[in-house]
């Protein structure tokens, strides 16, 4: 195995799981701020600017820390999808896929199926719908909780905060709902496939 | 360490020295969201199969990532903790507490967690996509601060 390779090559648990963990006390002692990436959609509301108390705040004394955070995401995003990229499906369990293709879905190269998140899928209407039906959902539900995935399973857990563990809860709760009792109609109706 | 009672920002005003000046502060915090950016999507965190196959039960791999970051994360904490490790500044680290509520966590948590399977991504690994191509995910941004907008509306009459 040639270096490029273990490089392009998907990450195992093993190395990600801690890596990503390591972002808490990066931040913590880089800069003594806590890992939470939700709030940066309340500070891009906020730099819009919306009115309204819940964004009447100075965002960039606040925030500015986090969307630069959020900014660096996205060319990490870059660096490991495009540069460092795995070519190729994402190799899930064949049971996964076997279901998934039951629904309707095709799956392709990329991380996510064209069908619903391709600029064709949007233009034609149905992903635009499914977007941002998912994205409010997300949305208003992170900044409800006040937390995402970040701030609450990662950061809320490592702390031992209960709060956060009810959250997460809620997270699983509402994912468990979406792929077992929504997606199993929604998906055949959207792409044409059988339930 | 300092534990701080938690507000959310804008609630609080000027409750902590800021250091973010300049370049390096700036520098700083993009590098920490480049590695992360990285690990998430060379790992496939931020793909919509995998977050299926989580929710399916049908691979180890999402668990696992989550819970070596959990566990990593809180052996760091620890630490900090027992051994009081200050920041690079000079400074106590500080964790603020969360507020003390369920219903916030329940409700905001299932409406949040509805969308994750939909789309197959949370706010950061929205980011990430959108970086590595995906980017028809700028969509579900706009639809998440859409959402940040109707709560921001009617949070006030919303359980907490």
């Given amino acids: 195995m040639n270096l490029p390779g273990l490089l392009t090559q998907p990450w195992p648990w093993y190395v990600a799981g801690p890596a990503v963990g390591l972002v808490v006390p990066l931040l913590l002692l880089l800069a003594n701020r806590p890992f939470g990436l939700s709030s940066n959609l309340r500070h891009l509301c906020a730099a819009l600017p919306m009115r309204g108390t819940y964004f009447d ?59 619903l998140f391709g600029w064709q899928a949007i233009l034609a209407g149905p992903g635009l719908v499914f977007g941002l039906v998912g994205g409010i959902l997300i949305g208003f539900g992170t900044r409800w909780a006040a937390g995402c995935t970040s701030g609450h399973a990662i950061m809320g857990l490592a702390s031992g905060q209960w709060p956060s563990l009810v959250a997460v809860i809620g997270f699983f709760a509402g994912g468990l709902v979406t792929t077992h009792l929504v997606l199993p109609w929604l998906l055949p109706a959207l792409l044409g496939g059988t339930p | 360490m300092t534990l701080a009672t938690y507000r959310e920002p804008g609630d609080a005003t000027g409750s902590r020295t800021e250091s973010m000046s300049a370049p390096r502060g700036v520098a700083r915090f993009v590098l920490v969201g480049a590695y992360l950016g990285l690990v998430l999507t060379k790992a496939e965190v931020v793909s919509w199969y995998r977050i299926q196959e989580m929710f399916r039960f049908e691979a180890f791999h999402m668990y696992g990532v989550i819970g070596a970051a959990v566990a990593t994360a809180a052996v760091s904490i620890l630490l900090i903790r027992r051994f009081g490790i200050r920041t690079i500044d000079g400074d106590d680290v500080e964790i603020a507490t969360k507020e003390p509520l369920w219903r916030r966590g329940l409700f905001g948590g299932t409406l949040f967690g509805l969308g994750w399977a939909l789309t197959g991504a949370c706010p950061g690994p929205i980011a990430a996509l959108i970086g590595a191509g995906s980017t028809g995910y700028l969509v579900v941004l706009v639809g998440a601060v859409i959402g940040t907008m109707l709560y921001g509306g009617t949070r006030h009459r919303l359980p907490h």
């Fill in chain 1, 57 to 115: 705040y100075d965002w960039r004394r606040v925030g500015g820390w986090n969307l630069l955070v959020f900014g660096g995401i996205a060319l990490g995003g870059l660096l490991g999808g495009v540069v460092l990229g795995d070519p190729g499906p994402v190799r899930v369990a064949a049971s996964t896929q076997a279901h998934l293709q039951a629904l309707g879905v095709v799956q392709g190269d990329g991380l996510a199926p064209a069908a």
